[in-house]
RNA sequence: GCCUCCUUAGCUCAGUCGGUAGAGCGUUUCACUCGUAAUGAAAAGGUCGCCAGUUCGAUUCUGGCAGGGGGCUCCA
């Protein structure tokens, strides 16, 4: 061995001179925070040695690649743990994903609820064991040697070379380039406990997991992420840097809850889904049946400003239809099975004499618009052309994907197309966005990001120079709109390029709200026309544009951005008037009987409840605006205010009290 | 559609090792008339999701179906 010498480090940005063959943790040694570091950009392992001139960067746990690591290496160590309970597991792919970490397993029974007890338990000895994640680089063959009892692994080894288009964390396991394995290393006996293959890097030591960790869920997940594969068992964790986290992780998950639209729905009274009617078919309650009104009453309103043409199609058609827009040939298993009307069979030998017609509930509202406009020859002065419906359409969903108001089997959408020229197709997209996204802003949501979805290249149909037309062209109208852009590689529809509007709710989950999509195909499919200022004949371009995406699910994102404290404007019951003692009821019914001349949803509670009882059922109900009335109120003509907060405001005069809510409700002010 | 768990009063949930069930809230009635999140009492309310099977007897055990939860896959 020759002797040290010396080499420069970039170190934080800051230059410093190290020994050759320095170690990351002999860099970091006193921070024990740094659990990994960046060495020219990438994430390595604290032992591996640094090469000359590097630049290093400390990655602490409690930061984004930090937690990740953290995760991936809890993942280690719960991979662990199962096989110490369940020896005959075989390890599937194991990566860190958004706050936390999952593992598959492949077992001959499913993991039960105190199977994840235990495992937290046996987790947490193999932490306070202090094992070292050690890092080993292989050849393939050592690699396939180590992992001969582990099928998927030796799958994970053909496919290396395919890794990052393999499915989900694959990537995570194996790569292009060095194959390596990690084992998890006695600190005593030195001797190997565990390994498995795979990238890393991970932490040091498993102490530095601490109990910050827990088990969340068990569920199936298909090998690979493909259907067509077996479905291996999957243990869902989460992992925080310390309790306080994993406590403050929890809570969120909790806050989540009390704001699941499926429970406000009921508790508050606004939709239930009868089991007689079938799996994602909501009924709306009286109380629902107001949000929802206003809710469309205000988009009625401004769509009839912005220009918007309002039409109306049937629920179902003739097959005929679908067949010209391709709807049958893509999306057949997504609609309910035909309805076969009109056939004559002979009454005695019972063969067909006249062969009936399938009709189907109608999936989409388009192709009915598209015989609106194709029902009579159409000018350029009419272009562009918005049809506006708010359009029922039926899907087959699969069972398994049913989810509250989120994912129904009939829903209304807010459906509009927009028939206009290529040169006008730009200031259309644009003036479409920006309609789209100041009418969302009205209902509450601010906080935007834009997803633009371009062609799948296995599922599309149209000419490629349209197609890229198109996707230039959204792609310059949402840049143009500032908000952060985030591409979406073959998620188009068949039929065109789309951009979709991402909305942030209150307590940070995105929803994709919104969506226009460009559509060259269906005005050709239709063969729809106009004619051009020189007397030719143009085939239009056609704007596919949603703003709730469906009523129902609009509703349920607004139930969870607001957690069922509705603004005023779409509150059910706006205002609740509480006498203080009966003796105050006419008093009281008065100042409601103004408010309700005043267009406002007033009640008055005059049932038999004591008083604190009635604000309290006020406030369950979740009512924007309580009205108190005793007798301090009452000889100064005055009533007192409660909001939802708690808050009060005492002895404002009667006609004020009513100009401030009309007001509140006519501005639409989220606050209340 | 696949895996898994679940379904008892309007809601949230106990319970029956197989002998047809109970609480809290809510509802109704009576009493109380009260200044900011639960007044007291009484009553009503259940073919224990549906259909079969086993059994002298099934809400309980078995199977099928429906609906729901959590995931996977999918989402025009």
């Not at 429970?263 to 949000?291: Q, R």
């Not at 062609?455 to 952060?484: F, I």
């Amino acid at each position: 061995m020759s002797a040290p010498q010396n080499m420069t480090l970039i170190v934080d940005g800051e230059e410093k001179q190290v020994n050759t063959g320095t170690t990351g943790a002999e860099l970091f040694f006193e921070r024990r925070d740094v659990v990994v570091m960046r060495v020219d950009g990438v994430l390595k392992d604290l032992d591996q040695p640094l090469p000359e001139d590097a630049k290093i960067e400390s990655v602490t746990i409690d930061s984004p690649d930090g937690l990740n690591v953290l995760r991936h290496s809890t993942a280690h160590v719960m991979a662990q743990a199962v096989q110490q309970l369940r020896p005959d597991a075989k390890l599937g792919i194991g990566p860190y994903i958004t706050d936390g970490f999952y593992f598959d397993f492949d077992v001959e029974e499913p993991f039960t609820p105190d199977d994840l007890k235990t495992l937290e338990k046996m987790m947490l000895k193999i932490v306070n064991q202090n094992q070292k994640f050690a890092r080993r680089v292989v050849t393939e063959d050592e690699a396939r040697a180590a992992m001969a009892d582990e099928p998927y692994k030796l799958i994970l080894l053909d496919k290396s070379a395919e890794a990052d288009e393999a499915g989900e964390g694959v990537n995570v396991e194996v790569g292009a380039g060095e194959i390596t394995i990690y084992d998890n290393v006695d600190r005593k006996s030195g001797d190997t406990i565990w390994c498995d293959l795979c990238r890393g890097p991970h932490l040091p030591n498993t102490k530095l997991i601490s109990n910050a960790f827990a088990l969340t869920r068990s569920a199936a997940a298909y090998w690979l992420g493909n259907e067509k594969n077996k479905q291996l068992q999957r243990i869902y964790g989460t992992a925080w840097p310390t309790k306080e986290a994993l406590k403050a992780y929890q809570e969120r998950l909790a806050e989540a809850e009390r704001r699941d639209h499926r429970k406000l729905g009921s508790e508050l009274d606004l939709f239930s889904f009868p089991d007689e009617l079938g799996s994602g078919l909501p009924v709306f309650h009286p109380k629902g049946g107001i949000v929802r009104k206003a809710m469309e009453d205000y988009s009625r309103q401004r769509h009839t400003e912005a220009g918007y043409d309002f039409v109306y199609t049937p629920h179902i058609t003739k097959g005929h239809l679908y067949e010209v827009s391709g709807h049958l040939d893509w999306y057949r298993d997504g609609m309910f099975p035909p309805i076969h009307v009109d056939e004559t069979r002979d009454a005695e030998t019972n063969e067909v004499v006249k062969p009936g017609q399938d009709y189907y509930l109608k999936p989409m509202n388009c192709p009915m618009h598209n015989l609106i406009f194709r029902s009579r020859g159409r000018s350029y002065r009419e272009l562009p052309l918005r049809m506006f419906e708010f359009g029922s359409v039926y899907r087959y969903e699969k069972s398994g994907v049913v989810h509250g108001l989120t994912r129904v089997r009939g829903m209304t959408q807010d459906d509009a197309h927009i028939y206009c020229t290529r040169e006008q197709m730009k200031d259309e997209l644009t003036s479409t966005l920006n309609f789209v996204l100041a009418l969302l802003k009205d209902y509450g949501l601010d906080d935007f990001y834009l997803e633009l979805s371009t062609k799948d290249p296995e599922k599309y149909v149209g000419a490629d120079e349209a197609w890229d037309e198109a996707t230039r062209t959204l792609a310059e109208v949402a840049e143009a709109s500032g908000l952060e852009l985030v591409p979406d590689p073959g998620g188009a529809a068949f039929y065109g390029p789309k951009i979709s509007v991402q909305a942030r709710d209150a307590i940070g989950r995105t929803w994709q709200m919104s969506t226009i999509q460009l559509d060259f195909n269906l005005p050709e499919r239709f063969e729809l026309e106009y004619q051009a200022a020189d007397g030719s004949r143009q085939r239009p371009v056609m704007i596919h544009r949603a703003l709730f995406g469906s009523v129902e699910r609009f509703m349920g994102v607004l139930i969870e951005h607001y957690a069922g404290a509705f603004p005023a404007w779409l509150a059910p019951v706006q205002v609740v008037g509480i006498p203080v003692a009966e003796a105050f009821n006419d008093y009281m019914g008065e100042v409601i009987a103004k408010l309700k001349a005043a267009g406002i949803r007033a009640e008055a509670d005059f049932g038999s409840d004591r008083f604190p009882k009635k604000i309290r059922t006020a406030s369950k109900d979740k009512i924007p605006f309580v009205l108190i009335a005793g007798g301090e109120d009452a000889e100064a003509g005055a009533v007192s205010f409660r909001f939802r907060d708690g808050s009060q405001d005492n002895g404002v005069p009667v006609d004020d009290a009513v100009a401030r809510i009309v007001e509140a409700v006519r501005n639409r002010d989220h606050q209340l």
